[in-house]
């Protein structure tokens, strides 16, 4: 039986470049993720990673300040979050 968190496969995990130390990935790997994430400039020892899927990134980033634009969701007027996640689905429409 699998930990609580773990999975089977391991997925890519885009993280942002505030979350590239090493125990955030470390954390991320023994999740069975694979942290993507560009190292900083000054590191001593960078890695590679998925550049074409690190631009994706921005989409994410992109559809979250979208969905924030809605007063609604932003300040969380609604107390059940069957009606907050239906809300969600009606602004991504």
Do not use: H
Request: charged share 30%; glycine share 2%.
């Amino acid at each position: 039986m699998d930990t609580v968190g773990t999975q089977k496969t391991v997925i890519p995990l885009v993280m942002d470049k505030a979350y590239e130390d090493d125990y955030t990935r470390y954390i991320a790997q023994m999740l069975k993720f694979d942290p993507i994430v560009p190292p900083k400039s000054n590191r001593k020892e960078p890695w590679e990673y998925d550049k074409e899927l690190y631009k994706l990134r921005n989409q994410v980033e992109r559809l979250f300040r979208l969905i924030q634009g809605f007063r609604r969701v932003f300040c969380r007027f609604d107390k059940l979050d069957v009606i907050y996640i239906a809300f969600i689905q009606l602004a991504l429409v």
